[in-house]
């Protein structure tokens, strides 16, 4: 980038988490539309917010109703929605938030690329586990009959890969258990990793 050069601020992040009293971080949910990351990561959040802590939660739905309102799902679309919300979640983090994001987030790179924009130990990947026939059982918005139906193209389990994640910090199995059970994984394990108070 020609002509730009990063200016450095007085308050940084860390004087934003000092003020804020806890560590910010990126838990980022993904897994096949269905599988229960929006429910999980609301649900967490009010957990969060009952604890004393700030949080953003980005949801696939929602930001492709607006920053992403330009885009589909092609690989390339995919990419470019992923690395914007990267972009956003690395600001809100850069603020001293916990966000939280739920994106399908199909492709292992893109996931990568996103971990590799943040500090050790602030993204936190959440691989929200439940079989594609659960999840096409569930089918909330009906999208799995449309995707079978051939009216959706590139759906994600369908006619587009999941590529699951092979050492995500959580691996929730979301189903056959209640949704507090998930929750009860996630609280543990931003204990043990020094995100919240034992
Ligand atoms: N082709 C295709 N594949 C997957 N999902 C689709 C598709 N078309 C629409 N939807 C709906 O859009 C939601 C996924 O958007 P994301 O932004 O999370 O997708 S991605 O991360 O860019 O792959 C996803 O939301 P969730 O069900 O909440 O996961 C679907 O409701
Ligand atoms: N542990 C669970 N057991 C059974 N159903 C669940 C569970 N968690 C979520 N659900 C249901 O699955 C559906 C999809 O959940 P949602 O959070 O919208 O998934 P996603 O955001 O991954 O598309 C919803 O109807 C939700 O109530």
């Given at each position: 980038m020609n002509n730009i050069v990063w200016h450095s601020h007085h308050i940084d992040q860390a004087a934003r988490a000092a003020q804020k009293g806890h560590k910010p971080a990126l838990l980022w949910f993904t897994g096949l539309?269905?599988?229960?990351k929006s429910t999980l990561a609301g649900a967490l959040e009010a957990a969060l917010v009952a604890r004393g802590i700030h949080t953003y939660l980005l949801d696939g739905d929602n930001v492709r109703h607006g920053?992403?309102?330009?885009?589909?799902?092609t690989p390339s679309d995919r990419q470019e929605n992923l690395r914007r919300i990267g972009e956003v979640a690395k600001l809100m983090v850069d603020a001293g938030l916990v966000v939280l994001a739920a994106f399908v987030s199909p492709y292992r790179a893109e996931r990568q690329a996103i971990r590799e924009?943040?500090?050790?130990?602030e993204f936190i990947e959440v691989f929200v586990d439940v079989p594609l026939a659960e999840c096409e059982a569930r089918d909330p918005k009906g999208l799995y009959q449309k995707a079978r139906a051939g009216e959706?193209?590139?759906f994600t389990g369908i006619d587009d890969p999941y590529e699951a994640?092979?050492?995500?910090e959580v691996h929730l199995?979301?189903?056959?258990?209640?949704i507090n059970t998930g929750v009860e994984q996630l609280l543990a394990q931003l204990q043990a990793c020094g995100l919240l108070p034992q």
């Open positions: 539309s269905g599988s229960g920053l992403c309102s330009d885009l589909g799902f924009r943040f500090a050790e130990g959706i193209k590139h994640p092979a050492a995500a199995q979301n189903h056959g258990v209640d």
